[in-house]
């Protein structure tokens, strides 16, 4: 493979500080291996959660951490003032600004919100408006219930079975970025404009 354009990393990820102490580790894992291979961190700005655990890690080894978060969300979701942050007007705002300065995108356990935004990048991905890579953390099965909805959707002609290659589940933490780069686009504009989006 050669040169491959990845330098940032959008993590979409559960705010609950409630998740299990072995998903906030994972999250913690996750920032410093960005930290380590230089890759910025994109992410939703707040301290709660996997989303904090990540970006406090990431900062802390030393890792360009940018965080997005509307004007609502600054208190509940407790923004994380260590890093930078930009606060914008609304949800639709922030899903923007993370998918325009992300080259690729990291779907760790989450809730409803991050089942709302990796739900919107993977349908942009099915109308081949973008062809960033994405990548699952799947410990111990956690996305198999949507994998399986997914590919109900396949089953009853519904959805293309190309969609079913449009991103990647791996089980460790360690994978992530491999899988990553290896579904990485080559090249400077291997990327679709987002302008095709709005
Ligand atoms: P959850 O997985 O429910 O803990 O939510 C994860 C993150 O997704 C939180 O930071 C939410 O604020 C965020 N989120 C939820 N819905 C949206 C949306 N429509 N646009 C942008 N962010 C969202």
């Known amino acids: 493979m050669g040169d491959t354009r990845l330098d940032s990393v ?3 990820c559960g705010s609950s500080d409630a998740a299990a102490p072995a998903l906030l580790a994972s999250a913690a894992d996750l920032g ?7 890759l910025a961190l994109i992410y939703g700005g707040g301290g709660v959660g996997l989303m904090g655990a990540c970006a406090k890690a990431a900062h802390e080894a030393g890792g360009q951490v940018l965080g997005i978060i509307p004007h ?3 208190e509940r979701e407790r923004r994380l003032d260590i890093v930078e942050t930009v606060v914008v007007d ?3 705002e922030r899903k923007m600004m993370m998918f325009e300065r992300a080259d690729g995108f990291v779907v760790l356990p989450g809730g409803i919100g991050t089942l709302e935004e990796v ?3 993977l349908s942009w991905r099915r109308l081949d408006l973008h062809g960033k890579p ?5 410990p111990g099965g956690f996305w198999e219930p949507l994998f399986a909805l997914f590919q109900h959707t396949v089953d009853q002609n519904l959805t293309p079975p190309s969609f079913m290659a449009s ?3 791996v089980d460790t933490v360690e994978a992530i970025v491999p899988a990553l780069r290896r579904g990485a686009p080559e090249g400077e504009d291997a990327a679709s404009d987002v302008a095709q989006l709005t």
């Open 90 to 92: 609304s949800m639709h």
């Open 10 to 12: 959008c993590v979409f």
């Open 72 to 74: 609502f969300l600054k």
């Open 134 to 138: 994405v990548v699952f953390y799947n």
């Open 32 to 38: 410093r291996i960005l930290a380590r291979e230089g």
């Open 119 to 121: 739900v919107e990048l």
């Open 167 to 169: 991103w990647a589940s």
